[in-house]
């Protein structure tokens, strides 16, 4: 029933966006105060590994659908990046049985390693050369809408059957003036956490960055890394890094005065004290593995893994890769990694237990399917069943991670420690702050990235970055 429910609501919906049009001028984001949302789960997270049980799509069939041609999408659900990786290996299994469930359509694949991807999608977008369905990184949201690149799916995601078991919260990075440009399809969870090994750094990690300081001279003595961290790929210093420390610093409202152009700018005190803190643990310490500005998070993980390194600051994909790879080896390590938030700067005046908390890509449709009413419907039908009800229920009952819709029924037997202390750390313990490459334009965050880059090298001060930062704010973000 749900099936040929949704067949008919998409059908309306399609109908409903082709005489509305697409690519409405893009303002400023009307963003939820919380970018993660509350998943309104109970239960733990499972990073053991997928038991491939999405079966059939349900939401949508070869016999439902009228299109018999060439679909291309694109993504970053690469079989490496499956490994261990709850989001990605829900994407590739809903893809498979999207495939297998529609033999009369050829689905072309272009997956491309997280990077890649990130500067492919770019160049396409620049050329008005997008796939049909491809995901869509928050940042990009305003802007390639106000092109007319990407398609108008509010009334899309309203006529589903699961629209009142949604999320809504999830929308906020791809939502312009009211109108959503993607359905967030990666499971929500955390850019940064610190996972450390119990033996060395005890069942608590430091709760500022003076005692770690205090306790890494220890372990330098040894001869080991403190804590690993990669930034070769520039978006991680942001990312995972930053976007959480920043929070401390300048508190949440101030970031959402930047999305909604209310009058924060880079160029303020608590920012820019932010930036120096940051030049200082990784310019003026020896905290960080000395290659971190060349290495990607993928790299410096394995010295976590290796035991070269004692911490590690990564993201949620990182901690489920990390697990998987632990316990498939029977390593001690898995058992003795506990979780924490980023440590406390002394001069930092929000205090609080937080961790950067969201979701940064969703799956979106070239606007160009509205001239081809049979293959938006098709293109309709692949989005939703990689963002839908049967993707949350396989995220939930594998890796226990929220989706866009709610999980139900999901039966939570056989969860570990390290899945349980997770899923605390993600969901219960602690408070949640924006990602700030979700938000904005990618425009302002490559700058800013480089120039972190930069920064951490000990070549750029925080001042300029933050000036620079503020300049490509308001030309491509604040006066447009």
């Known amino acids: 029933m749900k099936k040929k429910a949704l067949g008919i609501l998409l059908t ?26 509350d998943t309104q789960q109970t239960t733990p997270a499972n990073n053991g590994g997928a038991d491939n049980n999405g079966g059939e799509s349900n939401n949508g069939g070869g016999s439902d659908l009228a299109y018999t041609g060439t679909l291309t999408l694109m993504h970053y659900s690469t079989s490496e990046e499956s490994q261990g990786n709850g989001s990605s290996d829900g994407i590739r299994t809903m893809i498979a049985n999207w495939d297998a469930a529609h033999p009369d359509i050829t689905l072309e694949q272009n997956v491309l390693s997280s990077d890649d991807f990130k500067t492919q999608i770019a160049t396409l977008a620049a050329a008005n050369d997008l796939p049909d369905v491809f995901m869509l990184q928050g940042m990009n949201t305003s802007s390639w809408a106000a092109q007319g690149l990407v398609m108008d799916l509010t009334d899309i995601a309203a006529a589903s059957p699961d629209s009142a078991n949604y999320n809504t919260d999830f929308f906020g990075p791809f939502t312009v003036n009211g109108k959503i440009y993607a359905l ?7 850019c940064t956490v610190v996972m450390y090994d119990k033996r060395v750094w ?18 330098i003595a040894e001869g080991k890394t403190p804590i690993a961290f990669g930034n070769g790929g520039q978006w991680q210093a942001n990312s995972c890094f930053l976007s959480c420390l920043g929070d401390r610093y300048t508190g949440e409202d101030w970031f959402w005065s930047l999305v909604n152009k209310e009058g924060a700018a880079f160029t303020d005190a608590e920012f820019v004290a932010a930036l120096a803190e940051m030049q200082r643990l990784f310019t003026q310490t020896e905290l ?16 976590y893994i290796s035991g070269q390194a004692t911490a590690f ?35 930092a005046t929000h205090q609080r237990n937080s961790q950067n908390n969201g979701f940064g890509f969703g799956v979106a449709i ?21 963002a839908g009800a049967d993707f949350a229920e396989y995220v939930a009952s594998n890796y226990g991670l929220g989706a ?29 702050s924006p990602i700030y490459d979700s938000f904005i334009d990618g425009a302002v965050w490559g700058d800013l990235n480089q120039d972190l880059q930069a920064m951490l090298n000990g070549s750029m001060d925080p001042e300029t970055v933050a000036a620079n930062a503020q300049a490509s704010y308001e030309s491509n973000f604040l006066n447009k």
């Open 313 to 347: 600051i990564g993201g949620n994909w990182d901690t489920s890769y990390i697990g998987t790879t632990l316990k498939s080896a029977g390593d001690d390590l898995y058992e003795n990694t506990g979780f924490a938030v980023l440590p406390q700067s002394a001069d």
């Open 12 to 37: 309306v919906a399609m109908a409903a966006t082709m005489l509305a049009g697409c690519g409405d001028n893009a303002g400023k984001n009307d963003n939820p105060s919380s970018n993660g949302g």
């Open 366 to 386: 070239n606007a160009k399917l509205a001239d081809d009413p049979d293959k938006l419907a098709a293109a309709i039908d692949l989005a939703y069943t990689l």
């Open 202 to 219: 005890g069942d608590t990690f430091p709760s500022t960055w003076a005692e770690v300081e205090e306790k890494a001279a220890e372990i």
């Open 184 to 190: 967030p399809t990666v499971s929500g969870g955390t």
């Open 288 to 303: 960080f593995n000395k290659d971190f500005n060349a290495v990607s998070n993928e790299d410096a993980r394995e010295y």
């Open 404 to 432: 866009l819709v709610k999980a139900s029924d999901v039966d939570w037997s056989g969860f570990d420690q390290f899945d349980i202390d997770f899923y605390n750390f993600t969901f219960v313990d602690n408070s949640s």
